[in-house]
Structure formats: structure tokens, C-alpha cells
């Protein structure tokens, strides 16, 4: 069944706006007495039918509604720099939703060579990954914030940092990460981060870990680590 975003629904009918009408008419050629699937990005699903196949105004009747669908008992919050190559944070951020996470902040760190992020571009794929992921709950993007800044307000349970210097303490997330507590991932760039970073997330609480004997790049640590915690919690 066909699922499409409709932020602040309410009621027994709901109208699509011009974008998901038209991919559902258009696009999808559905029509009258189809039946769809909505969600509000507050972690509730809608089902219904096509009451009027209109491209511009297609309204759904609704005639079931979940709340907290599919919620899980912990918060996942990923903080990582943002890449040179935009396309492979926007690869990151994908996955990540399609697995499940609550928040991602853009981390800016000394070695971040790009410090800014295409909001808008990324809150779709945000949105597309939702749906196509069965997801009702939209993830967060924040506002690019300075390392410094961030971890001095840092406030989740579970705080960690993945860095790959060698010759220091590490334990893998599977030892520090509990299940069912809220988690903080701190994921660097390319350059990793500072020895002054990481004594500062140290001396902030974090936990230093590591993803296993292999260097991986940022995008690829990212989702190693989302997988990491959602895979603790099964």
C-alpha cells in the first residue's frame, strides 16, 4: 500500500498537497477507492481510500489511524561532519532514516572541510527515506553547530565518540551501549577528529568506541553506527 507525508493531518478527510497528489495521480496513476497510507511525521499512520483522484487536491478519506507506530523504546541522536562531497552525507542520512534515527546534527569539527548543508535537499531525502521505509516518525535535521558548542550541551544518556586514533582505549558500542537507553554517536570527518576533540568529548562524559578493525569513511561510520544501536535493541 502506497504511503504519502501529510504533515498536520487531522480529521476524517485529509487533502495532499499539490506534490503528493500529483506523484499519487500523476505519477502513480491511482484513482478513486485506492487505498493509501499517510503519515504525519509524529510517529502516527493513517489508512484510507481516494475519495477525489484530483493531481492538484487528492483527498483521502480516513477510516483507521495508529498511533506511535512501530515506536521504539530508545532515541537515537547521530552528530557528524558534514563531507566535502555533499552527495555522500546525503547517502548517510538516507540509510540512517531507512534503519531509524531520531535526530542527525551537522558537526562542525577542526578537519571539516565543508561547513554548510543543503537543508532542503536533505529534508526531502529525509522525508522520501521515511516513507519508503515504512517510518512515521520524521527525523530531525538540525542546524550545523560547532563541535565546542555541542558537546557542552550535550544531555543524552548514552554519549560516544568514534574516533580512529591509534594507540588509545576504545571499547566497541556493543560494550558501552545499553538497550533501551537514548544514545549520542559523535561521528568525525575525513581527518577524524582533533586530539583536543576528543579530550573534550572525554572530559564531557562521552565514551570513546570504535566500529571494528576497519578505517571507514565518515558516511560509512555513520550508518555503521546507527545499525550498531538499532541492532542492540532487537
Known amino acids: 500500500m502506497q504511503i504519502f507525508y501529510a504533515p498536520g493531518i487531522y480529521g476524517d478527510t485529509w487533502t495532499l498537497d499539490e506534490k503528493e497528489s500529483k506523484h499519487c495521480i500523476r505519477v502513480l496513476r491511482m484513482r478513486r477507492d485506492t487505498p493509501v497510507r499517510l503519515i504525519d511525521g509524529k510517529g502516527n499512520m493513517f489508512e484510507g481510500v481516494i475519495a477525489v483522484a484530483d493531481p492538484k487536491r487528492c483527498t483521502i478519506s480516513i477510516n483507521r489511524v495508529t498511533d506511535n507506530f512501530e515506536k521504539r523504546n530508545y532515541n537515537l541522536h547521530i552528530a557528524i561532519s558534514p563531507l566535502k562531497n555533499p ?28 561547513q554548510t548543508i543543503k537543508a532542503e535537499r536533505i529534508n526531502n531525502i529525509i522525508i522520501s527515506a521515511m516513507k519508503q521505509s515504512l517510518k512515521a516518525k520524521l527525523t530531525v535535521l538540525n542546524e550545523p553547530v560547532a563541535f565546542k558548542e555541542f558537546i557542552s550541551r550535550a544531555d543524552q544518556s548514552q554519549k560516544m565518540i ?34 583536543e576533540e576528543i579530550r573534550s568529548a572525554l572530559s564531557s562524559g562521552f565514551m570513546p568506541v570504535h566500529l571494528g578493525s576497519s578505517r571507514l569513511r ?7 553506527a546507527c545499525h550498531s544501536v538499532y541492532f542492540l535493541n532487537q
Open 162 to 195: 568514534a574516533h580512529c586514533v591509534p594507540g588509545t582505549e576504545k571499547n566497541s558500542i556493543a560494550d558501552v551501549y545499553r538497550k533501551g537507553k537514548d544514545a549520542l554517536i559523535l561521528i568525525g570527518p575525513e581527518g577524524d577528529f582533533s586530539e
Open 87 to 114: 552527495e555522500r552525507l546525503e547517502w548517510f542520512i538516507e540509510k540512517s532514516v531507512e534503519i531509524g534515527i531520531d535526530e542527525i546534527t551537522p558537526l562542525i569539527c577542526k578537519n571539516t572541510e565543508k
Open 218 to 224: 565518515t558516511e560509512t561510520a555513520g550508518v555503521a
